[in-house]
């Protein structure tokens, strides 16, 4: 409960932040319109963002045919979730990785990519699966792919500050209740930035708590402390090709970021998720 309390009240910071930047860029009349935006986007992300997701990612759903042994394991670890087996999704690339995607646990599915299927053992590859797993029973993906949505939408709004600030729009302070000069500085330097922050934070907290739910499931956490360790350096070596939109719902960050973007990743570091999958271990 602790987990979902921190994620709901990151949320409604965001969203908060989302229409203070509307009120900043346009006053009243912004802030409402940053309203009905906030709404249309919630509904559409609530609808469409796993099918978005999987095209962009090019992954395709393969049957039991394809892929019988990957069709067997996540059968088997959803029964010790409790929840419906999902969709599965097969990737074309050699470097491993993964990701969940979907509402909730009746509409949800699996993206895999083949590297994943070559290079893990048994039971490491049960722990991928059962972090992605956790993902759905937790019912967290709809959260990232929301708070996702928001923050690129802050970004938006930043740069359409940048250019009312060029065109010279926005500069009287006596309008309507807009904050000039002041709130155009705001959207273009603090809003953008307090959206990435909480972005992450929400994102690096359903991490952690998919690493121990997924432990759970499978009972094998050792196996996926190992996975997580050979997906990170597989990714740093050869990262994968995807838009950067999406790099948070993988179990590893697929790109390679430099030391100072890893300080406002979306992904919590490596050796710490390790490092509390073993401690629950002993």
């Avoid at 992605?132 to 802050?154: F, W």
């Avoid at 330097?189 to 991490?207: D, F, K, N, T, Y």
Wanted: aromatic share 6%.
């Amino acid at each position: 409960m602790k987990n979902y309390a921190k994620v709901f009240m990151l949320m409604a910071a965001l969203t908060a932040l989302f229409l203070v930047a509307g009120a900043a860029l346009g006053g009243q009349n912004g802030m409402m319109i940053a309203l009905f935006f906030a709404l249309a986007m919630n509904f559409f992300s609530y609808w469409y963002s796993d099918k978005l997701a999987l095209r962009m990612s090019g992954a395709k759903e393969v049957n039991r045919a394809q892929t019988p042994r990957l069709h067997a394991m996540v059968e088997m670890l959803a029964v010790k979730a409790g929840i419906p087996k999902p969709r599965i999704y097969m990737i074309a690339s050699d470097t491993p990785n993964a990701f969940a995607t979907g509402r909730n646990p009746e509409h949800a599915a699996i993206a895999v990519t083949e590297g994943l299927l070559r290079l893990l053992k048994q039971d490491e590859l049960e722990g991928v699966i059962a972090h992605e797993l956790a993902h759905i029973k937790n019912r967290d993906i709809l959260i990232s792919s929301i708070a996702a949505v928001m923050a690129g939408a802050i970004s938006s709004l930043a740069s359409m500050a940048q250019w009312a600030m060029i065109f010279g729009v926005g500069r009287d302070d006596e309008g309507d209740g807009g904050g000039g000069l002041l709130g155009s500085l705001f959207m273009m330097i603090v809003a953008p930035l307090a959206a990435a922050l909480i972005q992450m934070a929400i994102s690096r907290s359903r991490e952690y708590h998919a690493d121990a739910t997924g432990a759970a499931i499978c009972g094998k956490p050792q196996g996926l402390a190992n996975a997580l360790a050979q997906l990170d350096e597989y990714n740093h070596r050869r990262p994968m090709d995807v838009n950067p939109a999406t790099a948070q719902m993988y179990i590893v960050n697929p790109l390679n970021a430099s030391t100072i973007a890893n300080l406002f990743s979306t992904h919590p570091p490596i050796r710490e998720r390790i490092q509390r999958l073993l401690s629950k271990g002993r």
